[in-house]
């Protein structure tokens, strides 16, 4: 049994490209501001979990080894928080016929072992929502293609891929962020993004230099 729900998941992931990999902490929150639809897969000796997305609810799990697969709610249970993801975009239509068989009903078990709350900053008075948009260079030229991940502290709040200009937006609170950037092959730059106003336009250059407007 364990073998044909491995073999079924591995033909649905085939069709997909991995999104980024993830903490479980790291892909709630990123589910909670992205609203990815998708599988995400977390593979050890011995064992295997899929957690299964629709519009950015873990509405759906599988725990899958040699003993045979636990669905649902029974599957949650046995997260620990440790695991790490790859996150898969998948349509619809597959996930809610996967969902159909694993539904995840209470889902307090998933926020014991992932926060679910967003970090704030600042005190609550003090807080707006804000646009931050970015535009990665690689000295002149503009970076399409760039995968960039807004974090506070250890946790992903957001990510996206730079368009052709090299341009991506997201709404965040104000505050205070670390960037990361990598390009198509893998490398990575950081910087510390810090906005205080409805929408601020920065610039990030891979080559080495950071313009951060704020």
């Known amino acids: 049994?364990?073998?044909?729900?491995?073999?079924l998941m591995d033909e649905i992931l085939q069709q997909s490209t991995c999104k980024g990999r993830f903490t479980l902490n790291e892909l709630l929150h990123y589910s909670t501001t992205q609203s990815p639809t998708g599988v995400a897969v977390f593979k050890e000796k011995g064992h295997t979990f899929f957690l299964?997305?629709?519009g950015?609810?873990?509405?759906?799990?599988m725990?899958?080894?040699?003993?045979?697969?636990?669905f649902g709610d029974s599957a949650v249970l046995r997260l620990t928080g440790?695991?790490?993801?790859?996150?898969f975009p998948v349509m619809p239509s597959i996930a809610d016929a996967l969902v159909s068989r694993c539904r995840v009903f209470d889902k307090?078990?998933?926020?014991?072992?992932?926060?679910?709350?967003?970090?704030?900053?600042?005190?609550?008075?003090?807080?707006?929502?804000?646009?931050?948009c970015l535009t990665v260079r690689d000295g002149e030229k503009p970076l399409a293609g760039a995968h960039v991940a807004i974090r506070k502290g250890k946790v992903v709040m957001t990510g996206d891929v730079t368009d052709s200009a090299g341009r991506v937006c997201f709404r965040l609170l104000n505050g205070r962020y670390m960037c990361v950037v990598s390009d198509r092959l893998g490398e990575r730059t950081r910087c510390i993004i810090e906005f205080h106003e409805p929408q601020v336009e920065a610039?990030?250059?891979?080559?080495?230099?950071?313009?951060?407007?704020?």
């Open 1 to 7: 049994m364990c073998m044909d729900i491995n073999g």
């Open 52 to 54: 299964v997305i629709s």
């Open 56 to 61: 950015g609810e873990a509405n759906g799990a």
């Open 63 to 70: 725990f899958v080894d040699e003993k045979g697969t636990l």
């Open 82 to 87: 440790k695991e790490e993801f790859e996150l």
């Open 108 to 132: 307090s078990h998933l926020k014991k072992n992932g926060r679910l709350d967003i970090p704030t900053i600042g005190t609550p008075t003090r807080q707006r929502i804000g646009v931050l």
């Open 203 to 214: 610039c990030i250059d891979i080559g080495g230099t950071e313009d951060e407007n704020r």
